[in-house]
């Protein structure tokens, strides 16, 4: 009998400490809300230079997607969050790069990552002038560790080719981090695929 007691009063135990568990879980979750900001833009100068602002106000990037609109036009949206945290890690800073050339997109990621900023999205935009770029963002976090960083940027049509060159790539240490369809400089649509290894 004393053993039946002895187990009740531990599951007893367990089942409250498992409550007070869940009731704090809960209670941090809605003790940090999330203010979110969304931004649209058919100008790429115009986005980095939004990011930037509301990176100064304390929000954060999540997600961007490049596309048409609701008013008709080309634009690129992204969403923004702000929480209690985001403010203890410092302002901070973004780059958009957009071009249509792959060999351009290279050197300005890889300029940017010499920099400290790392890679943190992309999507595919029609400018303006009728053409579908890669839009990159990258993003200078104050509270990330320094990281030597290599980027690489493949693009190709066949979708053999692409497993070939991922391989090769991969065999390099190169993680595959996102890709994206888009008419490069070679004007056909084409799979564009950004890997970075960590040296």
Do not use: C, H, W
Not at 53 to 76: D, H, P, V
Not at 167 to 174: I, M
């Amino acid at each position: 009998m004393k053993k039946v007691n002895t187990v009740r009063t531990a599951l007893q135990v367990t089942a409250a400490v498992v409550a007070s568990l869940a009731t704090s879980i809960g209670a941090s979750a809605a003790d940090r809300p999330l203010d979110y900001r969304v931004l649209a833009t058919s100008r790429t100068s115009t986005m980095e230079r939004e990011l930037n602002e509301s990176a100064a106000a304390g929000y954060r990037f999540t997600k961007a997607m490049g596309g048409k609109s609701a008013n008709g036009g080309q634009e690129i949206i992204v969403a923004m969050v702000k929480d209690s945290t985001t403010s203890d890690q410092g302002v901070r800073k973004y780059r958009l790069l957009a071009t249509t050339r792959t060999s351009t997109m290279q050197k300005e990621m890889q300029r940017s990552a010499d920099e400290g900023y790392a890679y943190l999205d992309q999507t595919v935009y029609e400018s303006a002038f009728g053409g579908k770029e890669v839009v990159v963002i990258m993003e200078l976090d104050p509270s990330r560790k320094e990281i030597r960083s290599s980027y690489r940027l493949l693009a190709t049509t066949k979708t053999s080719t692409m497993q070939k060159e991922l391989q090769e790539a991969g065999a390099q240490g190169y993680v595959l981090l996102g890709l994206t369809v888009g008419k490069t400089e070679l004007g056909g649509d084409e799979v564009v695929m950004i890997l970075r290894r960590d040296d």
